[in-house]
């Protein structure tokens, strides 16, 4: 005899541990088998694009520091190379190589939470997370020397940056860039082969080649399902042309293709750390910019690869000392819409972890 | 999903974990123990210089939430005299636009960072709570002569100018914690 079951709406979030700030979700499930997915997004809704308009281009950049509050830096990075493209201003070497040396660090440290928390979800708690925040708390020190903060930096100026390194931290960032693989290592050896990690990940919720670009999702979930696009190589912005890396690429799409991405590109990450260390020339570190900047009537789209997709600006100046709009491409936001695909058929446990999987930064979706 | 050896992967993982059990602790036990910040904190709250300030108000201009008021009125030798001088840093972000943007070095971030007040009113600092006293310090960002007499960052990744200069070493606060990560 067959027992009649009935579909069960269940509310997960918006203040619940796993949703990585205030994420709702409702779920449909069948039994403990997910059939449909509704997000509700905007819990953390501050009007940063209408807030933009009404603020010198300066004086975005604090604002650009609390969209995805884990990777600062490539906000202000994303933003002023926005406004730079909009003003036509040119930036000096020495600039050039800083603002690479920060985005780098800040990848590598913004993929280390990432595949923290994922194994947070995953039910290894914290100790994953606390191996991967003691490198962290290094980069977040050398930070807290060069710009004063360790969240947010509000480092990037339009023209370069607002100060020139200190005299310590070129050591220690060498020393912390030397040990760095010796720690990604400990980090395979803890995780990359654990039965219960592969036994939860591997073939678990598929984001297909296709799907993956039909959502225009990007960064390492793209990556994962086998689509070789880094904005870094397809349009090199800033000097990213010049540093010899390479892109890794998972072949499936799974959990497991999307923590193997982020660990790989740590990995590259570290060298071109290493390039631009060793090639950082001296110089000025900012240009000579019109504090009151009014840049000519246009507009401008300025996009980077930051850690987690492609992040992207798009200005509209009507030559006055604020923009007239300001628009902001936030990745997870637009990686986010995957999950309803890659969920439906799997286990309430596996939509926690594929949550995980896509490294959402909620200041960035609700902005 | 079937393994060769079943087991190995925890194995290997528990052997780093066992590994670092040996390993001396860096933490540090706060209140008792600091560590001494970064010579450019950008720490809770303004230092005002009332004797370096001319009242141009080129700090509220540059603020992005407009929290510093200033109200000045001609003095006698044709120059601006500052009557009101409030910042309210309830609703300051710490950004330190306002410290760049000053022309005469008449304003500089804190160092302090324990600032916490039982009264919404208490965070609203006028121009003598906001001059330099015991507790509020100036810090060196965007202040290059104030920062060269600051004291050292403590650092995880430290480095040691004695062994000329190159030779790196981790913090050790005690004897006990000498050996780091």
Redesign the interface.
Same mark, same amino acid.
């Given at each position: 005899m067959a027992i009649r079951t009935e579909p069960f709406i269940l509310n997960m979030g918006p203040q619940h541990p796993s949703t990585h700030g205030v994420f709702r979700m409702k779920v449909t499930l069948d039994g403990e088998v997910v059939v449909d997915l509704e997000p509700v997004i905007g819990y953390l809704h501050r009007g940063i694009e209408k807030l933009g308009e009404t %603020?010198t281009y300066?004086?975005?950049?604090?604002?650009t520091d609390r969209l995805d509050y884990v990777a600062s830096m490539t906000n202000n990075f994303a933003y002023v190379l926005a406004v730079e493209k909009l003003a036509g201003i040119k930036i000096p070497e020495r600039a050039e190589y800083i603002r690479i040396i920060m985005a780098e660090t800040m990848r590598i440290s913004s993929h280390l939470m990432a595949v923290g928390f994922f194994l947070n979800d995953l039910g290894a708690m914290m100790?994953p997370v606390l191996y991967m925040w %003691?490198e962290r708390?290094?980069l977040l020190?050398?930070y807290?020397?060069?710009?004063?903060?360790r969240l947010?930096y509000?480092y990037m100026r339009i023209g370069g940056v607002?100060?020139d390194l200190?005299e310590?931290f070129l050591?220690?960032?060498k020393?912390?860039v030397a040990e760095m693989p010796r720690f990604i290592d $400990?980090y395979d050896?803890?995780?990359?082969?654990? $039965?219960?990690?592969?036994?939860r990940t591997?073939?678990v919720c598929i984001l297909p080649r296709d799907t993956a670009v039909s959502i225009a999702a990007s960064g390492p979930v793209l990556r994962a399902s086998g689509v070789k696009w880094d904005l870094r190589k397809a349009d090199p912005y800033s000097i990213y042309d010049r540093f010899d890396f390479e892109v890794p690429v998972g072949t499936v799409g799974d959990n497991y293709d999307r923590y193997w991405v982020r660990m790989q590109e740590a990995r590259q990450s570290v060298r071109i750390l290493e390039q631009a260390i060793a090639q950082l020339p001296e110089g000025e570190v900012c240009a000579k910019v019109p504090?009151l900047l009014r840049p000519p009537v246009g507009e401008a789209y300025g996009h980077i690869e930051a850690p987690k997709g492609e992040l992207g600006f798009y200005l509209v100046s009507d030559n006055s000392i604020a923009p007239y709009r300001f628009h902001i491409r936030p990745p997870t936001l637009i990686n986010l819409t995957a999950l309803k695909d890659m969920v439906i058929g799997w286990k309430v446990a596996d939509l926690i972890i594929t949550f995980g999987s896509i490294d959402v930064c909620l200041g960035e979706i609700d902005r | 999903?079937k393994?060769e050896r079943?087991? *190995? +992967? *925890?194995a290997? +993982?528990m /052997?780093?974990?066992f590994k670092h059990l040996f390993r001396a602790p *860096?933490t540090v036990q706060y209140p008792e123990e600091k560590l001494a #910040?970064?010579?450019? *904190?950008?720490g809770n709250e303004l230092v005002w210089f009332l004797d370096k300030c001319t009242g141009c108000a080129t700090c509220a201009k540059?603020?992005?939430q407009g929290n510093i008021e200033i109200v000045t009125h001609v003095g006698d030798e044709n120059n601006y005299v500052v009557d009101k001088f409030e910042v309210d840093t309830g609703r300051c972000?710490?950004?330190?636009?306002c410290v760049? /943007?000053c022309p005469y070095d008449a304003l500089a971030?804190g160092r302090s960072y324990e600032r916490a007040q039982y009264r919404r009113g208490d965070v609203i600092l006028n121009k003598e709570q906001l001059q330099m006293s015991d507790i509020r310090q100036p810090?060196g960002?965007?202040r290059p002569k104030i920062e060269a007499t600051l004291p050292?960052?403590n650092?995880? #990744?430290?480095?040691d100018k004695k062994k000329g200069?190159?030779k790196?070493r981790w913090l050790s606060l005690s004897k006990k914690r000498g050996r780091g #990560?």
């Open positions: %603020r300066t004086q975005i950049i604090p604002l100790t %003691r708390e290094k020190d050398l807290e020397m060069v710009c004063g903060q947010t509000n607002s100060h200190p310590e050591p220690a960032m020393k912390w $400990e050896q803890l995780l990359s082969q654990n $039965e219960i990690l592969l036994a591997k073939g504090k | 999903m393994f079943y087991g *190995i +992967g *925890i290997k +993982g /052997a780093l974990t *860096i #910040v970064s010579r450019r *904190i950008r540059a603020c992005p972000m710490f950004c330190g636009l760049e /943007a971030m810090s960002y965007a050292r960052q650092l995880l #990744v430290y480095w200069g190159q790196l #990560v």
